[in-house]
């Protein structure tokens, strides 16, 4: 077993308001994100500017946000919401999916493409690399929080977490950020590096993530409210990976069938 470092939720306080963790991890990704997207769009052919990096930067906070509060209420919490409405203002008091926040994205971008009158797929193709580091880094974020852990475990990396009551759990949260995070972003960043048929990139990264995130859901406790939802052992979690990975797959065979075309 390994002892669970029990770092305190808030990195600083700054006089009355206190900075947490979890909030940094998410600027770090975007900080991070944003960087390497400077960095494709100086590299010839790029059909981005600087400029353009940060209109997509801004575009995608609004869809993450906005996104992954409504579909964690409509996914999670939909009873909450038909009970309390305004729940759904209040971010403050936790709640975000990624499931929601990756829909809120699709239809940012697709608002910012037909401004800038790029087509999606050149826009999505564009991006996907980097999304992996926003979601490494808030899987960093949600073990800091003694969060998302995963079930009872008697391996030798079992960790005991403040609430996950007295026996060994699986450490989930650092599962999702080797293979969300770490492996997912190698994965799109050297298939990327060279020239592939439009689409495929972005369907690459919904059919491996939708593929990791399934995978991991079965060491991973899901949401108390829900439950296991069928066959005692379906999760909400795969039952919105599963999509992804039909849907990607089938992107990424289209690409290419009509890129021969």
């Known amino acids: 077993m390994i002892t669970y470092p029990n770092i305190d939720p808030i990195a600083l306080h700054l006089g009355p308001a206190a900075v947490h963790w979890y909030g940094l991890m998410y600027l770090i990704g975007f900080l991070g994100g944003w960087m390497l997207l400077l960095y494709r769009s100086k590299k010839p052919g790029s059909e981005f500017t600087a400029e353009q990096v940060s209109d ?3 575009y995608s906070a609004l869809g993450i946000i ?8 409509l996914f999670y919490a939909w009873t909450d919401l038909l009970n309390h409405p305004l729940l759904i203002f209040q971010i403050w008091q936790g709640g975000m999916s990624f499931h929601g926040g990756m829909l809120g994205v699709i239809v940012a971008m697709a ?3 037909y401004n800038i009158k790029k087509p999606l797929g050149v826009l999505t193709d564009f991006i996907a690399p980097v999304v ?6 808030g899987r960093i974020g949600n073990f800091i929080n003694g969060e998302l852990w ?13 609430t996950g009551g007295l026996l060994p759990r699986h450490p989930s949260q650092l599962y999702e950020f080797l293979l969300e995070g770490v492996a997912l972003f190698l994965i799109l960043w050297f298939y990327s590096a060279t020239p592939r048929p439009r689409w495929a990139v972005s ?4 059919f491996f993530y939708g593929l990791f995130r399934f995978a991991i859901e079965f060491v991973r406790v899901p949401d108390v409210q829900i439950g296991y939802i069928a066959f005692g052992w379906l999760t909400k979690g795969q039952l919105l990976s599963l999509p992804m990975i039909i849907i990607g797959l089938i992107i990424v065979l289209w690409s290419y069938r009509r890129a021969k075309r």
């Not at 992996?132 to 880094?137: A, D, N, Q, R």
């Not at 995963?150 to 403040?162: A, E, I, Y």
């Not at 369907?203 to 919904?206: C, W």
Request: no cysteine; proline share 8%; hydrophobic share 50%.
């Open 66 to 73: 906005i996104g992954g509060r409504v579909g964690y209420m």
């Open 111 to 113: 608002i910012y493409a």
């Open 56 to 58: 997509i930067l801004f």
């Open 203 to 206: 369907g690459m990264f919904l």
């Open 150 to 162: 995963g079930k009872v475990t008697d391996l030798p990396w079992g960790m005991v977490f403040p």
């Open 132 to 137: 992996p580091i926003g979601l490494g880094t």
